[in-house]
């Protein structure tokens, strides 16, 4: 037998074969990290937007007639699938609060919300209290988000709120 050199053609032909295998191999790659990226850019939009948006919200609590200070004011989403912020805040010597999401005084997300008050009685450190409720003047009359009587719907602006609660008398009693 004898043997018979290979055309320049057939070299060609798989020259460019080659050629074009790692061309398509590059385009792939550089599709695959453009995906990505374009993944990666998108969920920080998407992080970024899941944050909402603050409203500046203050109001007033009045115990008895009188401003309560130290008083823990939380507000509660009504509609809990949307909204996974709870605001809080705490009265200062005139009964004034200012609600805080994130931090001092940011405000709260807009929505409707159920309000509850606790008043520590100071006997303690509240760190320090496994119930809260033990040492609160109002004796939970006004702990419960599901049956709390304030509610209220925080909007763009206008976000001031009065409440006036009656406070058990000393001798008053709560079962």
């Known amino acids: 037998m004898c043997a018979v050199a ?17 061309h398509i191999l590059l385009l792939l790659v550089m599709g695959l990290v453009l995906s990505l990226g374009s993944a990666f850019i998108v969920s920080k939009a998407r992080n970024a937007s899941a944050e909402p948006t603050l409203y500046a919200v ?30 809080v805040g705490r009265t200062n010597n005139k009964g004034i609060f200012h609600l805080m999401t994130r931090r001092d005084g940011d405000g ?42 304030f509610q209220v719907k925080v909007r763009a602006s206008g976000n001031s709120f009065w409440f006036s609660a009656v406070g058990p008398r000393i001798h008053d009693r709560v079962p």
């Open 108 to 149: 709260a997300p807009a929505g409707d919300y159920s309000v509850t008050l606790v008043w520590p009685d100071g006997l303690i450190d509240e760190c320090e209290c496994p119930d809260p409720l033990l040492h609160d003047r109002l004796k939970g009359l006004y702990a419960e988000a599901d049956q709390s009587t």
């Open 58 to 87: 203050e109001g007033k609590v009045i115990v008895n007639g009188e401003p309560a200070e130290n008083l823990n004011v939380a507000f509660h989403p009504l509609d809990g699938d949307k909204n996974l912020f709870c605001p």
């Open 6 to 22: 290979p055309s320049s053609s057939h070299l060609l032909s798989a020259h460019t074969v080659m050629w074009r295998g790692q």
